[in-house]
């Protein structure tokens, strides 16, 4: 059975950010400077970074070692997330799980 989730990563706040309180936890807000859209992403819990949500979903499973193997899923649809995920637990991508 494969696990289908989205990654969070770390990234500095951005300049310019405010930091407010949104659903009982700290986020920071800030506006893009590329796009000029607004950007809001919640803090970590120390504070020091904001945590971004990846734009597509990461698959795990364990191959046919028993080892657990981590791929990203190309898709930001959780269902073609989930395909790729049985395709993954089921061996039947030799990409992803090749039985020897």
Same mark, same amino acid.
């Given at each position: 059975m494969a696990s289908i989730? /989205?990654?969070?990563?770390?990234?500095?706040? #951005?300049?310019?950010?405010?930091?407010?309180?949104?659903k009982?936890?700290?986020a920071a807000a800030w506006?893009?400077? /590329?796009t000029g859209f607004k950007?809001?992403? #919640?803090?970590?819990?120390d504070g020091a970074a904001v945590l971004v949500e990846a734009k597509w979903y990461t698959i795990s499973y364990?191959?046919?070692t028993g080892k657990r193997r981590s791929v990203g899923s190309k898709t930001s649809d959780y269902d073609g997330g989930e395909a790729a995920g049985e395709q993954?637990?089921?061996g039947s991508n030799g990409t992803l799980a090749r039985p020897d």
């Open positions: 989730y /989205k990654l969070y990563r770390r990234k500095p706040i #951005p300049a310019g950010a405010r930091i407010l309180e949104r009982g936890r700290r506006i893009d400077p /590329k950007q809001s992403s #919640p803090l970590s819990d364990f191959d046919h993954a637990g089921n």
